[in-house]
């Protein structure tokens, strides 16, 4: 299941708006013209101007949001707003009836479910991503994917295993290059080691750095807590040719619990293709407690998705 | 105040350094009982590690200074005050949340990635798992902060693959490229 930002999960939210009949509807197409003009819908532009009925043989018109400032009366702020929208214009005033409330979705449906409920309450535009919408229909991954991925997070699962055995904590990560289907680094938590920073996810990127010739922690020292395997083992000369992609690149990260802020934030740095956990974390960074992967003004966004097949972990969910 | 502003020109030295390693220039040093212990500037190019911030780097070097000299880091960690020439980000703010450090003073916002309330408030939330939350003084020599980080971003970051450089900057702040 994808983890996406909150406005393709939310709920449709509304607001008041004031509507009114046109009486003649000869003149809708000017209305429309000249109120785009005069009552702009500014940040709603997804609604629909003209709302037609057929059982009831009228359209209605839809014309400014309600002003929430109490001190101006309901009647006179009608009374001013309908002087004043059709000011200067040929359309006789009689064209538009007493306006009424109706509420409407505040913002543009992102989804086809938010559309539908959207429609429901006024006609809006909608405009579907092809992409979002495949990974909420669940079709977004093909079988043999979904089996990969399967067994990267199980393989996760157990270097955590492995941790939780040392007295480290039940973390484990898999770093793996998507276009080769190889594994870069496997690594798990050591934060109880003598760095209380050793986090799984800390732990694998510093791994694939070593793979690519660099690295900033002395983490043999501390192999007897670590299960530590960088890419040598799949290319053997990787370690010296400073080789590999600019930072994690185009890397997939397979964890079986969700990164905490701290590395959820590392995993921007580093510039991963796509994250994959199995086990939500209260204070986790990627779904959670936040959505760092989808703050607005990084320079790098990546996908993240959440397992919600049958449970791949020993570990119990931290809600 | 003044105590801090000499931290801090202390902790410019070090952007500085990076600055001349042709790293994002950001420095911080750690005081414990009013002596600094630890420094730190930005290697994430010389790392090839991403999450090689002067923070991360400097709270390597306490834990040297604490093996050295036989203290246990969880009582020196709790005595320190962190001056770092630009707002730690997300990530640097968990890290110092997680250690529990309890005062962190900064130069200038870090708009992209900010963790002390730019972008996401890691230093006051509440997150019971990533300890306890710490307390800010903001904008000590921040204009001088500022001004490393547009030099910075007047060249080009070598590391950054070709196709992923963005014409260069002169308004710096809103396109702090990789990482602060
Ligand atoms: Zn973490
Ligand atoms: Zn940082």
Redesign the interface.
Known sequence: MPVLADIYTQPVQLADFYVSNITDRKFTAALVKHLNITAPLGSFQHLKRVRGDKSKGHRDFVMIPRDHDDSVRESEQINIMMTSLLKSSDIPSTTLSKPYLVKVPICCPATRAQYEESSFYWPVTFHEDKRIAQMLSGTFFSKEEIQRIKNYLLEAESLGKKAAEKGQKHYGIVVVDPDTNTIIAKGHDMCRG????HHAV?VG??LV?RS??????CLEEKSNVCELTSCESSNGQMASEKSGP???TGYDIFLNMEP???????L????VNRVFYSTP???G?LGS??K?HM?A???HHFDVFRWTGEVLSDIRA?H | MEEHINWMSKAMVYAEEALERGEVPVGCIFVYEDQEIATGGN?VN???????HAE??A??KV?EWC?LRKKDQQDVFRALTLYVTVEP???????LR??GVPLVVYGCSN???G?CGS??N?AA?Q????GPSFDVIKGVLAEEAVQLLKQFYKGENP???ED?RKPKQISIL?K????L
């Open positions: 003598s760095n209380p920073l800390m990127l510093d750095a690519q010739g660099g690295g900033m922690w600019y930072l994690c905490c802020p701290m590395c959820s934030m590392a921007v740095h580093s510039r974390h209260v204070d960074g407690k936040y760092v703050q003004g990084l320079n931290h | 290697r010389e790392t090839k590690n991403a999450t090689c991360i780097v709270i390597e834990r093996s980000c997300v990530m640097c703010a968990g890290a997680q250690i708009e992209r990635f963790g972008v996401l890691i939330d997150l019971s798992s990533l590391n950054v693959p992923k809103n702090q490229e990789t990482r």
